[in-house]
């Protein structure tokens, strides 16, 4: 039983260029969240999305960032033209029904560097 | 607003001693989660406490929710090497917003 799955691991950018990011969930689950973390710092979220929906997004920047989670395929995260500042540990997040009990399980998560 | 407050932000001990992370809410909590992440790892689940005043024991780790739903703790007894990492309190409100708070660091000093 796979668990949730990112990728890249290891993603190095120049300012300016484009980050992907991909997350696949568990199995059975239609629920991701994705987080962003600085070093020593906590999780911060990010966004939250179902199948082909945004439900919350209040935690993403309002430029050069977005995500989707289509109908088939994995959870994207994309980063337009990124800055040093975008360097972090982007980890997705799945869980299967979203409810306010529901527990998140969280991928090996994605290290962006910007040189 | 929503915030999570967690304490300490660093914690070493010597192997064998107790270690206690706390975890404070601004506002009452539907539930709250704990995470381990391991250092270059990422978050692993470990519990989730929902009901007031939950005591929930895993071998040597003991969580705690606050009769008032805005507090916990986890406690370990006797740590070990393997206990190493990053302890995360993750709050969770009514409205589904999960706030985590920012980590207690545990270093084992053999």
């Known amino acids: 039983n796979a668990g949730v799955m990112q990728n890249p691991r290891h993603l190095v950018r120049r300012r300016g260029q484009e980050a992907r990011l991909r997350c696949s969930p568990m199995?059975?689950?239609?629920?991701v969240y994705w987080y962003r973390q600085l070093p020593e710092e906590g999780l911060k979220f990010m966004v939250y999305l179902q199948k082909e929906n945004i439900i919350d997004e209040s935690g993403m920047p309002k430029e050069r960032f977005s995500a989707e989670f289509p109908k088939e395929g994995p959870s994207i995260l994309r980063i337009q033209q990124v800055v040093r500042g975008d360097s972090a540990a982007y980890f997705c997040a799945s869980s299967q029904n979203g409810g306010i009990t529901d527990t998140q399980y969280f991928g090996p998560g994605t290290r962006l560097t910007v040189l | 607003g929503q915030q999570v407050m967690q304490i300490p932000q660093y914690q070493h001990v010597q192997e064998g001693e107790d270690f206690t992370t706390y975890c404070n809410s601004s506002?009452?909590?539907?539930?709250i989660q704990w995470y381990k992440q391991r250092p270059g790892g990422h978050p692993v689940f470990l519990i989730q406490l929902v009901k007031s005043g939950e005591v929930k024991k895993q071998k040597r780790l003991t969580f705690q929710f606050g009769e008032a739903k805005k507090n916990s703790s986890l406690h370990i007894t006797a740590t070990q090497t393997t206990d190493v990492g990053t302890y995360f309190c993750a709050g969770q409100y009514r409205d589904d917003k999960i706030i985590f708070g920012k980590g207690t660091r545990l270093h084992i000093l053999p």
């Open positions: 199995k059975g689950h239609s629920h």
């Open positions: 506002t009452t909590l539907s539930n």
